[in-house]
T-cell receptor, first 112, second 111 residues
Framework: DVKVTQSSRYLVKRTGEKVFLECVQD?????MFWYRQDPGLGLRLIYF???????EKGDIPEGYSVSREKKERFSLILESASTNQTSMYLC???????????FGPGTRLLVL | QKEVEQDPGPLSVPEGAIVSLNCTYS??????FMWYRQYSRKGPELLMY????GNKEDGRFTAQVDKSSKYISLFIRDSQPSDSATYLC???????????FGSGTRLQVQP
Protein backbone atom coordinates (compact mmCIF):
# COMPACT_ATOMS: atom_id res chain seq x y z
CA ASP A 1 0.00 0.00 0.00
CA VAL A 2 1.08 3.55 -0.72
CA LYS A 3 1.93 5.39 2.42
CA VAL A 4 2.14 9.15 2.67
CA THR A 5 2.97 10.56 6.07
CA GLN A 6 2.92 14.12 7.32
CA SER A 7 5.08 15.33 10.17
CA SER A 8 2.31 16.75 12.35
CA ARG A 9 -1.43 16.23 12.68
CA TYR A 10 -2.02 19.54 14.50
CA LEU A 11 0.07 22.69 14.73
CA VAL A 12 -0.50 26.00 16.48
CA LYS A 13 1.72 28.90 15.44
CA ARG A 14 1.87 32.64 15.97
CA THR A 15 1.56 35.26 13.26
CA GLY A 16 4.94 35.94 11.69
CA GLU A 17 6.51 32.60 12.58
CA LYS A 18 8.22 30.48 9.97
CA VAL A 19 6.40 27.16 9.62
CA PHE A 20 7.67 23.92 8.10
CA LEU A 21 5.32 21.13 7.06
CA GLU A 22 6.96 17.92 5.96
CA CYS A 23 5.66 15.07 3.85
CA VAL A 24 7.25 11.70 3.16
CA GLN A 25 6.10 9.01 0.73
CA ASP A 26 7.45 5.48 0.55
CA UNK A 27 6.43 4.41 -2.97
CA UNK A 28 9.18 6.06 -5.02
CA UNK A 29 6.66 8.41 -6.66
CA UNK A 30 7.99 11.14 -8.92
CA UNK A 31 5.19 13.63 -8.29
CA MET A 32 4.34 15.23 -4.97
CA PHE A 33 1.74 17.88 -4.18
CA TRP A 34 0.69 20.28 -1.47
CA TYR A 35 -2.95 21.35 -1.15
CA ARG A 36 -4.91 23.34 1.35
CA GLN A 37 -8.51 22.48 2.12
CA ASP A 38 -11.02 25.03 3.36
CA PRO A 39 -14.78 24.68 3.88
CA GLY A 40 -16.72 25.48 0.72
CA LEU A 41 -13.55 25.86 -1.34
CA GLY A 42 -12.45 22.25 -1.63
CA LEU A 43 -8.84 21.35 -2.27
CA ARG A 44 -6.66 24.03 -3.81
CA LEU A 45 -3.22 23.27 -5.18
CA ILE A 46 -0.39 25.29 -3.66
CA TYR A 47 2.70 23.75 -5.28
CA PHE A 48 3.75 20.51 -6.82
CA UNK A 49 7.04 18.84 -7.69
CA UNK A 50 7.69 16.37 -10.49
CA UNK A 51 11.30 15.59 -9.62
CA UNK A 52 13.97 16.32 -7.07
CA UNK A 53 14.65 20.06 -6.91
CA UNK A 54 11.89 20.72 -9.47
CA UNK A 55 8.72 22.57 -8.56
CA GLU A 56 5.79 24.30 -10.16
CA LYS A 57 3.33 26.79 -8.76
CA GLY A 58 -0.24 25.71 -8.30
CA ASP A 59 -3.31 27.90 -8.03
CA ILE A 60 -2.49 29.65 -4.75
CA PRO A 61 1.32 29.80 -4.22
CA GLU A 62 1.43 33.25 -2.61
CA GLY A 63 2.89 33.18 0.89
CA TYR A 64 4.30 29.66 0.46
CA SER A 65 7.49 28.04 -0.76
CA VAL A 66 8.52 24.41 -1.14
CA SER A 67 11.63 22.28 -1.05
CA ARG A 68 12.34 18.87 -2.49
CA GLU A 69 15.90 17.76 -1.81
CA LYS A 70 15.13 14.04 -1.81
CA LYS A 71 12.65 12.11 -3.91
CA GLU A 72 10.64 10.86 -0.96
CA ARG A 73 10.36 14.15 0.91
CA PHE A 74 8.48 17.35 0.04
CA SER A 75 8.37 20.29 2.42
CA LEU A 76 5.97 23.22 2.50
CA ILE A 77 7.27 26.42 4.08
CA LEU A 78 5.24 29.36 5.31
CA GLU A 79 7.86 32.11 5.45
CA SER A 80 5.81 34.37 7.74
CA ALA A 81 2.59 32.74 8.89
CA SER A 82 -0.59 34.79 8.76
CA THR A 83 -4.04 34.11 10.18
CA ASN A 84 -5.48 33.55 6.68
CA GLN A 85 -3.18 30.54 6.36
CA THR A 86 -5.13 28.72 9.05
CA SER A 87 -6.28 25.63 7.18
CA MET A 88 -5.98 21.90 6.65
CA TYR A 89 -2.86 21.09 4.62
CA LEU A 90 -2.77 17.91 2.60
CA CYS A 91 0.19 16.28 0.91
CA UNK A 92 -0.21 13.82 -1.95
CA UNK A 93 1.98 11.78 -4.28
CA UNK A 94 1.54 10.04 -7.62
CA UNK A 95 3.76 8.00 -9.94
CA UNK A 96 5.08 9.41 -13.19
CA UNK A 97 2.32 9.14 -15.80
CA UNK A 98 -0.17 8.23 -13.10
CA UNK A 99 -3.24 10.33 -12.60
CA UNK A 100 -4.38 9.07 -9.23
CA UNK A 101 -2.95 10.77 -6.18
CA UNK A 102 -2.48 9.27 -2.75
CA PHE A 103 -2.96 11.52 0.23
CA GLY A 104 -1.47 11.83 3.65
CA PRO A 105 -3.63 12.31 6.78
CA GLY A 106 -3.34 16.09 6.71
CA THR A 107 -1.98 18.75 9.06
CA ARG A 108 -4.46 21.08 10.69
CA LEU A 109 -2.67 24.41 11.15
CA LEU A 110 -3.96 27.18 13.36
CA VAL A 111 -2.23 30.56 13.13
CA LEU A 112 -3.00 32.90 16.03
CA GLN B 1 -17.36 29.82 -12.71
CA LYS B 2 -15.53 26.87 -11.21
CA GLU B 3 -14.13 24.22 -13.53
CA VAL B 4 -15.78 21.51 -11.44
CA GLU B 5 -19.09 21.96 -9.66
CA GLN B 6 -20.31 19.70 -6.88
CA ASP B 7 -23.31 20.12 -4.59
CA PRO B 8 -21.97 20.48 -1.02
CA GLY B 9 -24.95 18.80 0.63
CA PRO B 10 -25.34 17.60 3.28
CA LEU B 11 -27.17 14.67 1.82
CA SER B 12 -28.96 12.60 4.45
CA VAL B 13 -30.31 9.13 3.60
CA PRO B 14 -31.54 6.12 5.57
CA GLU B 15 -29.41 3.01 5.82
CA GLY B 16 -29.90 0.75 2.80
CA ALA B 17 -30.76 3.56 0.39
CA ILE B 18 -29.15 4.04 -3.00
CA VAL B 19 -27.07 7.21 -3.03
CA SER B 20 -26.29 9.28 -6.11
CA LEU B 21 -23.46 11.82 -6.00
CA ASN B 22 -22.71 14.03 -8.99
CA CYS B 23 -20.27 16.50 -10.47
CA THR B 24 -20.39 18.64 -13.57
CA TYR B 25 -17.36 20.12 -15.28
CA SER B 26 -16.58 22.61 -18.01
CA UNK B 27 -13.17 21.54 -19.35
CA UNK B 28 -13.64 19.15 -22.28
CA UNK B 29 -9.96 18.13 -22.01
CA UNK B 30 -10.59 16.16 -18.81
CA UNK B 31 -10.08 12.45 -19.48
CA UNK B 32 -9.41 10.95 -16.05
CA PHE B 33 -12.06 10.95 -13.36
CA MET B 34 -11.76 9.97 -9.74
CA TRP B 35 -13.85 9.79 -6.62
CA TYR B 36 -12.25 10.23 -3.23
CA ARG B 37 -13.82 9.58 0.17
CA GLN B 38 -12.77 11.70 3.12
CA TYR B 39 -13.72 10.94 6.69
CA SER B 40 -13.79 13.78 9.17
CA ARG B 41 -10.32 15.09 10.02
CA LYS B 42 -8.61 12.56 7.72
CA GLY B 43 -6.98 12.74 4.30
CA PRO B 44 -8.92 11.76 1.15
CA GLU B 45 -8.67 8.13 0.06
CA LEU B 46 -9.10 7.01 -3.54
CA LEU B 47 -12.39 5.20 -4.08
CA MET B 48 -12.88 4.90 -7.83
CA TYR B 49 -10.90 5.74 -10.95
CA UNK B 50 -12.31 5.92 -14.49
CA UNK B 51 -10.74 6.79 -17.80
CA UNK B 52 -12.92 8.56 -20.39
CA UNK B 53 -16.61 7.67 -20.68
CA GLY B 54 -18.39 4.62 -19.33
CA ASN B 55 -19.17 2.78 -16.14
CA LYS B 56 -17.01 1.08 -13.55
CA GLU B 57 -18.26 -1.05 -10.71
CA ASP B 58 -16.51 -2.06 -7.50
CA GLY B 59 -18.64 -3.81 -4.92
CA ARG B 60 -21.38 -1.45 -3.80
CA PHE B 61 -19.89 1.46 -5.74
CA THR B 62 -20.49 2.38 -9.39
CA ALA B 63 -18.84 5.30 -11.17
CA GLN B 64 -20.33 6.72 -14.36
CA VAL B 65 -18.84 9.22 -16.77
CA ASP B 66 -20.82 10.98 -19.49
CA LYS B 67 -18.34 13.12 -21.37
CA SER B 68 -20.93 14.39 -23.83
CA SER B 69 -22.82 15.99 -20.93
CA LYS B 70 -19.68 16.72 -18.89
CA TYR B 71 -21.28 14.90 -15.98
CA ILE B 72 -19.95 12.24 -13.63
CA SER B 73 -21.74 10.24 -10.97
CA LEU B 74 -21.00 7.92 -8.09
CA PHE B 75 -23.69 5.49 -6.97
CA ILE B 76 -23.59 3.73 -3.64
CA ARG B 77 -25.91 0.74 -3.22
CA ASP B 78 -27.12 -0.52 0.15
CA SER B 79 -25.60 2.49 1.91
CA GLN B 80 -24.19 1.95 5.40
CA PRO B 81 -23.57 4.36 8.30
CA SER B 82 -19.86 3.75 7.67
CA ASP B 83 -20.31 5.44 4.26
CA SER B 84 -20.94 8.73 6.06
CA ALA B 85 -18.14 10.96 4.79
CA THR B 86 -17.40 13.72 2.33
CA TYR B 87 -17.09 12.56 -1.28
CA LEU B 88 -14.83 14.52 -3.60
CA CYS B 89 -14.78 14.22 -7.35
CA UNK B 90 -11.49 14.93 -9.11
CA UNK B 91 -10.39 15.01 -12.71
CA UNK B 92 -7.41 15.71 -14.92
CA UNK B 93 -6.41 16.05 -18.55
CA UNK B 94 -3.81 14.01 -20.41
CA UNK B 95 -0.30 15.20 -19.60
CA UNK B 96 -1.45 17.36 -16.74
CA UNK B 97 -0.10 16.21 -13.41
CA UNK B 98 -2.42 18.21 -11.17
CA UNK B 99 -5.99 17.24 -10.35
CA UNK B 100 -8.94 19.60 -10.26
CA PHE B 101 -11.27 18.83 -7.38
CA GLY B 102 -14.90 19.50 -6.69
CA SER B 103 -15.64 21.07 -3.32
CA GLY B 104 -17.09 17.80 -1.95
CA THR B 105 -20.53 16.48 -0.95
CA ARG B 106 -21.11 15.56 2.67
CA LEU B 107 -23.12 12.34 3.00
CA GLN B 108 -24.84 11.17 6.17
CA VAL B 109 -26.32 7.68 6.29
CA GLN B 110 -28.76 7.36 9.17
CA PRO B 111 -28.99 3.95 10.93
Amino acid sequence: DVKVTQSSRYLVKRTGEKVFLECVQDMDHENMFWYRQDPGLGLRLIYFSYDVKMKEKGDIPEGYSVSREKKERFSLILESASTNQTSMYLCASSPSGGETQYFGPGTRLLVL
Amino acid sequence: QKEVEQDPGPLSVPEGAIVSLNCTYSNSAFQYFMWYRQYSRKGPELLMYTYSSGNKEDGRFTAQVDKSSKYISLFIRDSQPSDSATYLCAMSATGRRALTFGSGTRLQVQP
